[in-house]
T-cell receptor, first 114, second 111 residues
Framework: DTEVTQTPKHLVMGMTNKKSLKCEQH?????MYWYKQKAKKPPELMFV???????INESVPSRFSPECPNSSLLNLHLHALQPEDSALYLC?????????????FGQGTRLTVV | DAKTTQPPSMDCAEGRAANLPCNHS???????VYWYRQIHSQGPQYIIH???NNETNEMASLIITEDRKSSTLILPHATLRDTAVYYC????????????FGQGTTLQVKP
């Protein structure tokens, strides 16, 4: 199983809503990532978890709150978002090490904030 | 972090080889070169990676210059399904596996 599963595929939320994005993998990867991608732009790294602990936060606003409840799951909790936060949110996972390691990406959640 | 420079777009005829260049002149000795591609509205897909030697797999070949300052991804027989944005990435040293995407090259394969 080399799949990273993201749910939901599409989400529309109001600026006062609270919602969560979910990411799941069963490859035994201990690094998991959230990326944000705006239209016609490359993915931008948001957060990195290593061994279920937050290791990198790329200065992401606090209205985005990540959570890694176990080694297979990664959540992104959303609260009080702005319309400019509308984007494709991508989750990825990989093994941890210093050698050449490939990351596997999910198909993303297309988020629209209204 | 080492940065990469790629042409913004390229065309290739179907059935011909697609050669995608990438410059990474500030790469350090223990950083790997990775290639990913992203087909419209899908998640990025890993293609290949290398450190010093040329690499080949079922999808592509990766040619890295001896000084490691540039590389070329080769798709030997491009098909219409290879139309995508191709990202050349230098992996940050350390054990986080952090991947920083540059602007990429949009490859258009034409019939």
């Amino acid at each position: 199983d080399t799949e990273v599963t993201q749910t939901p595929k599409h989400l529309v939320m109001g600026m006062t809503n609270k919602k969560s994005l979910k990411c799941e993998q069963h490859m035994g990867h201990r690094a998991m990532y959230w990326y944000k991608q705006k239209a016609k732009k490359p993915p931008e790294l948001m957060f990195v978890y290593s061994y279920e602990k937050l290791s990198i936060n790329e200065s992401v606003p606090s209205r985005f709150s990540p959570e890694c409840p176990n080694s297979s799951l990664l959540n992104l909790h959303l609260h009080a978002l702005q319309p400019e936060d509308s984007a494709l949110y991508l989750c990825a996972s990989s093994h941890i090490g210093t050698g050449g390691i490939e990351a596997f990406f999910g198909q993303g959640t297309r988020l629209t904030v209204v | 972090d080492a940065k990469t420079t790629q042409p913004p777009s390229m065309d290739c005829a179907e059935g011909r080889a697609a050669n995608l260049p990438c410059n990474h002149s500030t790469i350090s000795g223990n950083e790997y070169v990775y290639w990913y591609r992203q087909i419209h509205s899908q998640g990025p897909q890993y293609i290949i990676h290398g450190l010093k030697n040329n690499e080949t797999n079922e999808m592509a070949s990766l040619i890295i210059t001896e000084d490691r300052k540039s590389s070329t991804l080769i798709l030997p027989h491009a098909t219409l399904r290879d139309t995508a944005v191709y990202y050349c990435i230098v992996r940050v040293s350390g054990n986080t596996g952090k991947l920083i995407f540059g602007q990429g090259t949009t490859l258009q394969v034409k019939p």
